[in-house]
């Protein structure tokens, strides 16, 4: 790398990669091994248990804190696997202020299992400005957020919602899983702590399950490690190189989905059958310039629209053929789900109807293929759908 900065796409090939020393292999060995042998006790190189670390995993986490423009990675098991360590920051009688438009796994997480624990949570609506601060009390120790949200696409403004976290003395995570760091670095927007379910689009290719933190402050970036080595919800390496392998076409990746979700929500704002579109880079979506602005003007690969209601909209799921029907999102294949009904169904109903999930939302996540042929599949499925 001659360029003293090299750019996005140079880094997810390189960073932590590279030619291995001892063998001059291109494509870097995965380290099976789960423990290291020791000159002496306590002299080694860096390496004694796999949990603590692990070469194929230092690799990940290297090459994840460059394209995140952070000092520290951590890698996981999971999303839910990082959130969950992030939340073990905290103790008894800490309070968390959280989006409301939250994954369903993230709310679940919060109000089924954390508050048995002594931690309290206060969903609000951070697309509106003074909402996150309104909510914060001096137990707030940490602010979580999504943007764009799953599954209504909504922006969160995370230089403003930092600033208003610091001011309570609180931390600001931000789970930027559906922009991935090829659109969005939060953490160059003042986000102390940024997730990503790397199950997603770092990894790509539907065949991986993980998760990473990725931070520049030095302090956490010594709790999250003391509590990923401490929990051991860590990944194995062979997932590790799974993940690195992924990486190298994350930018040719999500720009072509960007590109074929802006062309898919564009065609279905004409369709008489669907009400709405939600979609960051269309100038209707109320954050569009937000979006514009903290979003490099690529808006990812998710795009979520709303029939009549949910018989039309289980219709339309029945009937696509190229589409499948699946959760998860982020891989080279086109999905579509039903979030009331499969990733949002731990949500209760009452509190769905609140941050306005409703019955006749679908969600598509945008693969990579020829975008006649996703246009021709949804045209198709609307037809018969109604």
Known sequence: ???????????AVH??????????????????????????????????????????????E???????????????????????????????????????????????????????????????????????????????????????????????????????AHRGAAHLAVDSTFASPYIQRPLELGADIVMHSSTKYLGGHSDVLGGCLVTSDDTLAGRLRFHQNAAGAVPSPFDCWL???????????????????LTIARHLQSNTAVRTVHYPGLPSHPQHQLAARQMGGVYGGVVSFELGDEEAAVRVLEALRLFTLAESLGAVESLAEHPGLMTHSSVPPDERARIGLGGGLLRLSVGIEDVDDLLADLDQALHQAS
């Open 243 to 261: 993940l690195l392998r992924g990486l190298k076409t994350l930018a040719l990746r999500v720009q072509r989905q960007s590109d074929n979700a």
């Open 1 to 11: 790398m001659s360029r003293e900065h090299p750019g996005f796409a140079t880094r």
């Open 62 to 164: 290297t090459c994840l804190a460059s394209l995140e423009g952070g000092r520290h990675g951590l890698a996981f098991a999971s999303g839910l696997a990082a959130t969950t360590t992030t939340m073990l920051l905290l103790g008894p009688g800490d309070h968390v202020v959280y989006m409301q438009d939250a994954y369903g796994g993230t709310f679940r997480l919060f109000n089924a299992v954390m508050r048995r624990y002594g931690l309290s949570f206060t969903a609000v609506d951070a697309t509106q400005p003074g909402a996150v601060e309104a909510a914060m009390t001096e137990s707030t120790k940490l602010v979580w957020i999504e943007t764009p949200t799953n599954p209504l696409l909504r922006i969160v403004d995370i230089a403003a919602t930092a600033d208003a």
């Open 15 to 60: 960073v932590g990669q590279g030619p291995d020393l001892a063998t001059g292999a291109v494509v870097q060995p995965i380290h099976l091994a789960t423990t290291f042998a020791q000159e002496g006790i306590g002299n080694h190189g860096g390496f004694e248990y796999s949990r603590s670390n692990n070469p194929t995993r230092e690799q990940l």
